[in-house]
């Protein structure tokens, strides 16, 4: 926690950016060379294991249920109060269609 984790984070970030400026400054030769031996090695996933951590959890996605419970700030108060279950109606049509209709 804190600054400890800080100097992990920003350790971990500057290697990734030495490594990638390491693999850019090689020729082209070398470089399939390098990405031939690193991606036939197996990930290292001793850490998901230990904390029982499966890789779906990592990308999975709120019930609809979490999400309806955040309040839409864009709804408008009239908006809210309306019911729009029975509207089978297609919008369809440009901005002058809409002000035509709308008198504007």
Do not use: M
């Not at 309040?71 to 809210?80: F, S, V």
Request: aromatic share 10%.
């Amino acid at each position: 926690e804190g600054r400890e984790r800080d100097r992990l984070e920003d350790n971990f970030y500057r290697t990734v950016r030495e490594w990638r400026l390491f693999e850019n400054s090689l020729p082209e030769a070398q470089r399939i060379l390098l990405e031939k031996k690193y991606d036939s090695l197996d990930l290292d996933e001793d850490y998901s294991l230990i904390h029982e951590i499966n890789e779906s959890e990592d990308e999975e996605q709120p019930a609809p249920a979490q999400i309806e419970s955040f309040p839409n700030p864009h709804l408008t108060e009239a908006q809210k109060q309306v019911s729009y279950k029975n509207d089978t109606e297609e919008s369809v049509g440009t901005i002058e269609d809409y002000q035509k209709y709308k008198g504007v």
